[in-house]
């Protein structure tokens, strides 16, 4: 005969914590203690099975029941406290190990795969039902993806006592049947692969014992506040022949809003109205704005004495860290008792780096790896980072297991040191033949075990995560232990474990296949570090009920968070769940109705912070819960959020200062060192900014970028011009003939990009070395018509230094001047000098050396009237009005590939004298100041701050204001 739940109403004005104990109290009375214990009482809960929500539940409402029976002095015999989600394990004895959801996922892949290759001689195995385009027999993990569908969808059937062919049943359209019709198929394959293993499927056994009658419970239960408790596991509890209670939290007067055990009533809750004073609705904007609301009720509220205790409550987990930032700035500790993901510890990013340089070994893997504090530890004892981004930024190079291109052996030679000494850290978990994922379970547990430098450990609690419950708890002995050590514990006994899968289910893979699983599996835990009694709370929403703080704030209460909607499944679409009845969103919205008016009856103060965006900047509609109320009150409230957030007082924080003006002055340059060489190309430097040029050509600071994964402007103009210097100094520098000059270009092109970037460089690489090749084309062409016109290269890259000859005289003192002069060409007949210059663009040089400014023409850049002055040390007499000086412009455009002659009148070029004499002056003077002028390709923006506001560092707030303007 089905039972039947004796349902108590408690009162909803107090903590439904409290109210529990209470009832518990009245219905187990506390009596006198066995013979041999006189005169002792104890209260006899050992024969219950208590059912809590979630994890925490368990926790709260143990701590309460040890400090009632302590504060009554009497012995508490325990009951047995569970989640919703491990009930249905109490209320059936299976005929078999249970298989781990890993094992049921193995299993799902072995039957797909077996009927990959039945299909070639029967149709009806066709995977095609299911998937588009059938993944290849390799890499399993396509396979273990797929599987592991089918299993989340088994398991949200079974926990609502549905089977797979109930849903064939209710199929519609032609897609769908056939589906759910190779599903059926397939299924007692499944269940068969675990049978043959010596496993079983525990939803499949939960639905056999529902169908057979045979549920079996032999303790007394006990629900507390299981308003959504799921249709497998009713079933299951109706069929035992137990006593059952459920404990609800709500006046008797409501209950005809409640099933027999406990469960909201839909139709009942959709249509409920409650009050809760708008004051209590926080208008706020994105996750920080919420934080900073939350902070500034925390304030609110903590100024009023009589609040104690509070709670912090969370509908969705990125508003954590924000909260945790803010309430730090106020100088309040906050705990988290969600924990933290395991791919949010030290453990779990090294373990998916690895994986990741394993599936992958390219040298960004490697620099992202190496990055992470323990792997530094061994890279950074043979050379730095810095070095590494220089060798990646100057050579590209891709694969580690290339060998080093020649450029970079002597320069970068600890580099790939340092890099042989990681591969060498790994090598236990990557190559080799393939292995059993039990095999390299324990591969990557003895490697974390030397890495770390700890003995196995035995010390956590054997409990397998759940759905409902995936955190595992710590015992008091590690209570001490940080989060990275909690984490790698953690991991060590998943991996212990999984040493242990069944054999004939265990599946061979190669080792990124096998990290790549592994990693899968790790990030399905959490840890939770020990509770600081001292600490404010954060608890997640489902949490929030069985809370006894008497005040409480929270933020999020938005759509989609709250309630959470049922999410689709690709095999079980929202329409199908509608045709199965599955409980769906309203129950969840009548669940969550209930929790609200539960959280705001029970407790004097409570805060309900609506955000206007997500973590992701995306739009959040308010919660649904806002319409439980009369209509004029729901306008009222959704017409305060269509406003700007108007809070009444903004709290001071630890970050927040009082001066008038910003204190984060460009940084002085101290004592200015003499300089006393400059070279050609500085002047411009100095002439778009002092400041900047006293930083590079003075401190030698210059920037690097990690992230480069093409050459730079520069680079690329550096390739050509070393092609070029490498051809001037050829046999054929002066041929005539296009085709040999071409061909030398590209030989010496292909050379030098082997040297630099090697044979297997990165794609983007490649097609900058042929955009390379075709400019040399050009080059090629130019060159010939030259040679034609009777010019010869008589010099490529001639150095001018200050040892012979190179100096500017400056009030009767020498400036020191260096540098390369890429060609310098000889009229062989007339016996003219033209100094060149190559340029990767098709400006000419009367564009790039002169600017307007204020009407009048100015020099931008000096560099070709400083080849001028430099002519005596090249050892050019002739008179200089004579020589030519220009660009070789190396365009992209053959039309633009050419040879532009400066035509700077004489009167320009004394003005241009005597502006680089200025700048001498002004660099002996020590005049360093930046420039108030935008600068393009501005190398040092995070020194000098611009782009931002407080680029007018030091100003008055009003000058910055007029500034902006």
Known sequence: MPVKANRKFLDWSKPLLHSVVDALAADFPVRESPEGSAGKKCWPLSSLLVVVPTARGKVLLGDRLKHVATQRKVTLHWPKIVTTGELPEYLYRGNGEAALPIEQTFAWARVLQEARIRSEQDPDDRLDALMPTPPPAEPLTQWLEIAAMIRRTHEALAAQAIRFDECLD??????????????????????????????????????????????????????????????????????????????????????????????????????????????????????????????????????????ERLTLGVTDESHVVPIENQMRSIDVTTYRHLGWNLAQTAIGRLLRQVGALVATPTWDNLATLVRHADAFRRFGKVTSLAQLDAYLSEHFPVRIDDPPVDEGLPKFADVIKAKDAIVDWIKPLSGGSPQTLSVWCGVVADWLRQTYEVEPLEDLPDVEPTDSDPVIPFRSSLAERTRSELALAK??????????????????????????????????????????????????????????????????????????????????????????????????????????????????????????????????????????????????????????????????????????????????????????????????????????????????LSPLDDRADEMAANQFGNLIHDTLEAFGKSDVANSDDRKVIQDTLLDHLS?????????????????????????????????????????????????????????????????????????IDRHESTGAWAVLDYKTHGDKPNDRHLKQKNGQTVWADLQLPLYRLMLPALEIHDDPKTVQLGYFNISDKENETTINIADFSEELMQQAIHKIHEIVRAIRLGHFEPTDDPVPFDDYPMILQTGVASQMLGREQSEVEEALQ
Not at 187 to 215: F, K, Q
Not at 788 to 807: C, F, L, R, S, T
Request: charged share 30%; with cysteine; glycine share 4%.
């Open 751 to 823: 050379d030098l990009a082997r040297k630099r970037y090697g044979d297997h460089c990165n794609a983007a690489v490649r097609m900058q070395i042929m955009q390379a090749q075709m400019r040399l084309r050009h080059v090629a062409k130019a060159q010939a018509e030259r040679r034609a016109d009777g010019w010869k290269i008589e010099h490529v890259e001639k150095p001018v230094d200050e040892k012979n000859g190179g100096q500017i005289i400056v009030d009767r003192k020498p400036m020191g001047v260096r540098g390369r002069f890429d060609r």
């Open 170 to 307: 209710h199929c519609v359209g032609p897609r769908e049947t056939q589906s759910w019709r190779l599903l059926n198929r397939l299924y007692p394959r499944y269940v068969r692969t675990l049978a043959d293993a010596g496993l079983i499927d525990p939803h499949h056994e939960r639905l056999r014992a529902m169908e057979s009658g045979n549920a079996v419970c032999d303790r007394t239960v006990v629900l507390v506040g299981t308003t959504d408790l799921n249709q497998g596991s009713l079933r299951l509890l109706a069929d035992c022949d137990c006593e059952v209670y459920a404990y609800i939290a709500a006046p008797e007067k409501l209950s005809d809003h409640f099933d027999e055990f406990g469960r909201v009533t839909p139709e009942r809750w959709k249509a409920f109205a409650f009050e809760l004073d708008d004051p209590c609705w926080i208008n706020a904007d994105d996750v920080h704005d919420q934080a900073a609301a939350v902070a500034e009720s925390y304030v609110a509220l903590k100024s009023d004495a009589s609040v």
């Open 491 to 700: 991991t060590l006994d998943l991996l212990d474990r999984l040493a242990n899968l069944n054999d004939r289910l265990d599946v061979v893979v190669d080792s990124a296949e096998g990290l790549e699983l592994i990693v899968q599996r790790i990030f399905e835990l959490r840890v939770v570090q020990d509770n600081d009694p001292n600490a404010v709370p954060v608890l997640g929403w489902l949490d929030l009920p069985m809370d006894d703080a008497p005040s409480m704030i929270i933020t999020a209460m938005n759509h989609p968070f709250v309630p959470e909607p049922v999410s689709a499944d690709p095999l079980l679409p929202l329409t199908l769940r509608s045709r199965l009845t599955t409980e769906g969103n309203d129950r969840r919205y009548a669940r969550d109705v209930h929790a609200l008016v539960l959280l705001s009856n029970c407790r004097p103060e409570i805060r309900l912070v609506v955000g206007k965006k997500s973590a992701d900047g995306s739009p959040t509609p308010p919660t649904r819960l806002m319409a439980a109320a009369e209509p004029d009150r729901v306008a009222a409230r959704l017409r305060n959020l269509l406003v700007p957030a108007n809070r009444k007082e903004r709290i001071a924080n630890r970050w927040d200062g009082g001066a008038s003006k910003t204190r984060l002055p460009v940084p002085d340059l101290g004592e200015i060192q003499s300089v006393n060489v400059i070279s050609v190309t500085a002047f411009k430097e100095y002439l778009t900014c002092p400041y900047r040029f006293y930083l590079r050509r003075v401190l030698k």
